[in-house]
């Protein structure tokens, strides 16, 4: 009888060794989320998060600008003061996309003064969507002080929405990460054409403009995932495909050949030898800039 | 019953061996942040784990003009096995770590191209088949 009760007492042990004490937790957390989680995608959630993660940083376009010698121009960014505006969901992860980018832009000119104004304005933000625990406020803005801490920032900052966008995929809340890609790079567009227009000559900066196109079918193409489940998503992604046919008219051309490599210092360095040609005219930059403000007016204001 | 005792102790000693050899891509991944070149700006990290899987693939949009790197992080010897391949959008192979035998722990990609680009990881000869990587750029 004993053996038997010591039997019984092992063999329940392993099965709740085996069972998790966080899914109460898990489950307590995720029932006290905002309501204004969308119902549903009409995809699997798996599916969005890959194409989310391709979506490049916004911040390979502030690099780009601050390596082509172009100046720093705070009024091209969206007033942190606007924070206040923003108090829906919808509102508040569109605009946290548009201050990160923004936050990027002031790191990499190193204008810290401008940075802590972003820092302050995208904790709030984090805050009001249950995420601010991603943002380490003390640690980015001892970093931010200092001009040689540069990478250590931009290491910090990439890292910090990096691990937001996986834990809203976790959560079941992938719309706000679309949300918040959606406006990080719909900001990092505008920048980028603002440039453009000052700098008409800059072939560069049209081609980067051009090249947005391909980013741009991945965009529209999460937000379609939610045209039935959420009318502000559904009713942005009419304005992004407004914003596609200017894009129609740039053609991008492309001609593969095979690379070749050598091995330098451990590292395999390929060398690309295919080509691409990205025909947009002055013209073409002026229609998408114009759709772009409108677009982006519409979100920040 | 003595059966049993033997079949429970097993089961307990069977369970510890799965923690023991769970795979921890995480740390793995962030492990390589810091083995990306000199220059290059962190961008992403990817978690290698084959699980049931052939190969483990993520896919990044790459900019005409941009440098790219991506390093790979293994428990064990190198790089355990692990090969990472560059597809771009029509997935002809652009770039792959393996060459003439040898495994290359990491490509630095210039990019000539705009496009979506395949960054697929496979497994040749790995003994634990999970790892980290990094992605980074500069211009």
Request: charge should be negative; include cysteine; aromatic fraction near 10%.
């Given at each position: 009888m004993?053996?038997?009760i010591?039997t019984a ?10 069972s998790?004490?966080k899914?109460?937790?898990?489950q307590?957390?995720?029932e006290?989320?905002d309501?204004t ?14 194409i989310?993660?391709s979506?490049?940083?916004?911040l390979?376009i ?9 100046k ?5 960014l969206?007033?942190p003061?606007n924070?206040?505006?923003y ?7 569109l ?5 990160g980018?923004?936050l990027?832009?002031?790191?990499i000119?190193e204008q810290n003064q401008?940075?802590?104004k972003y820092m302050?304005?995208?904790k ?9 625990q ?9 970093l931010a002080?200092n ?14 929405f ?5 834990h809203?995929q ?6 706000l ?10 900001e990092?567009?505008h ?13 560069e ?5 051009g090249?947005?196109k391909v ?7 999460l937000l ?19 914003l596609?046919?200017?894009?129609e ?9 095979e ?8 590292v ?6 295919s ?9 073409n ?12 007016t519409?979100?920040t204001? | 019953?003595k059966?049993?005792l033997i079949?429970v102790?097993?089961?307990c000693?069977l369970?510890t061996?799965?923690?023991i ?6 740390n793995l ?24 899987k ?11 003009g941009t440098q790219y790197?991506?390093?790979i992080c ?5 790089t ?6 560059l597809?771009d ?5 652009v770039a792959s770590?393996?060459?003439q ?10 990019c000539n ?14 003994t634990s088949?999970?790892?980290?990587s ?6």
């Amino acid at each position: 009888m004993t053996m038997r009760i010591i039997t019984a007492g092992l063999i329940l042990s392993i099965f709740f060794a085996c069972s998790s004490s966080k899914k109460s937790e898990e489950q307590a957390f995720l029932e006290g989320l905002d309501t204004t989680k969308a119902e549903g995608p009409t995809i699997s959630e798996e599916v969005i998060g890959d194409i989310l993660q391709s979506i490049p940083a916004p911040l390979e376009i502030s690099v780009l600008l601050k390596e082509s010698g172009k100046k720093y121009n705070v009024a091209y960014l969206n007033s942190p003061d606007n924070v206040s505006k923003y108090n829906s969901n919808y509102k508040k992860a569109l605009n946290l996309g548009v201050y990160g980018t923004d936050l990027g832009y002031t790191n990499i000119y190193e204008q810290n003064q401008d940075g802590i104004k972003y820092m302050a304005s995208i904790k709030e933000l984090a805050d009001g969507l249950n995420i601010g625990q991603f943002f380490e406020i003390e640690t980015i803005g001892r970093l931010a002080t200092n001009s040689k801490n540069l990478d250590s920032l931009l290491l910090i900052t990439t890292q910090n929405f990096n691990r937001i966008n996986h834990h809203l995929q976790t959560q079941s809340r992938a719309n706000l990460s679309v949300l918040l890609l959606t406006g990080g790079w719909l900001e990092a567009v505008h920048v980028i054409c603002e440039v453009g227009k000052a700098n008409p000559d800059n072939k560069e900066m049209r081609e980067t403009i051009g090249e947005q196109k391909v980013i741009l079918e991945n965009i529209i193409l999460l937000l379609s995932f939610y045209k039935e489940s959420d009318p502000n998503m559904a009713s942005l992604l009419t304005d992004m495909e407004g914003l596609k046919k200017s894009f129609e008219k740039v053609n991008i051309t492309y001609t593969y050949k095979e690379s070749t490599f050598e091995i330098v210092d451990g590292v395999m360095v390929i060398k690309d030898n295919s080509t691409s040609t990205i025909d947009i005219t002055p013209q073409n930059v002026e229609e998408i800039s114009s759709i772009i403000s409108t677009i982006r007016t519409k979100i920040t204001s | 019953m003595k059966k049993l005792l033997i079949f429970v102790f097993s089961v307990c000693v069977l369970s510890t061996m799965d923690v023991i050899a769970q795979c921890n891509a995480e740390n793995l991944s962030t492990q390589c942040i810091p083995k990306l070149a000199s220059g290059f700006n962190f961008l992403k990290s990817y978690k290698i784990e084959k699980g049931g899987k052939e190969f483990v693939e993520y896919s990044y949009v790459f900019t005409k003009g941009t440098q790219y790197m991506i390093n790979i992080c293994a428990a064990g010897a190198n790089t355990d096995g692990i090969v990472v391949s560059l597809f771009d959008s029509n997935r002809n192979k652009v770039a792959s770590s393996k060459v003439q035998g040898q495994f290359i722990s990491a490509i630095a990609y210039p990019c000539n191209t705009t496009g979506i680009y395949y960054i697929q990881y496979t497994f040749d000869g790995s003994t634990s088949y999970c790892g980290g990587s990094a992605l980074g750029f500069k211009r």
